[in-house]
Nanobody
Framework: VQLQASGGGDVQAGDSLRLSCTASGLTFSSIAIGWFLQAPGKDREFVAAISRSGVTTNYADSVKGRFTISRDNVKNTVDLQMNSLKPEDTAVYYC????????????????WGQGTQVTVSS
């Protein structure tokens, strides 16, 4: 199983970025996907998650109204649209997968991508 996160970059506060997570080696529609961030010296934190079908989503309070998670089960991708970015969003962003239900606990996830850096300057 391989997960690949991409789309990070250096932006200014207020800008937008779209992260993508692609998966291979499994039946994509059988996995829930979560996005997590990890800032230097801090624990990995939940950002957003989406159910296997894409019908149900969940967001951290800090990103509600700014970030949108979506998935395409034909293309085997999950995107995280990030708008109105803030300097405190700066972190490495990881996508992760687990079978059945999504979760906000990183310890519940079985598979992880390598991470993509997002840097937001004020």
């Amino acid at each position: 199983v391989q997960l690949q996160a991409s789309g990070g970059g250096d932006v200014q506060a207020g800008d937008s970025l779209r992260l993508s997570c692609t998966a291979s080696g499994l039946t994509f529609s059988s996995i829930a996907i979560g996005w997590f961030l990890q800032a230097p010296g801090k624990d990995r934190e939940f950002v957003a998650a989406i159910s296997r079908s894409g019908v149900t989503t969940n967001y951290a309070d800090s990103v509600k109204g700014r970030f949108t998670i979506s998935r395409d089960n034909v293309k085997n991708t999950v995107d995280l649209q990030m708008n109105s970015l803030k300097p405190e969003d700066t972190a490495v962003y990881y996508c992760a997968a687990r079978y059945v239900r999504f979760s906000g606990d990183p310890g519940d996830y079985d598979f992880w991508g390598q991470g993509t850096q997002v840097t937001v300057s004020s």
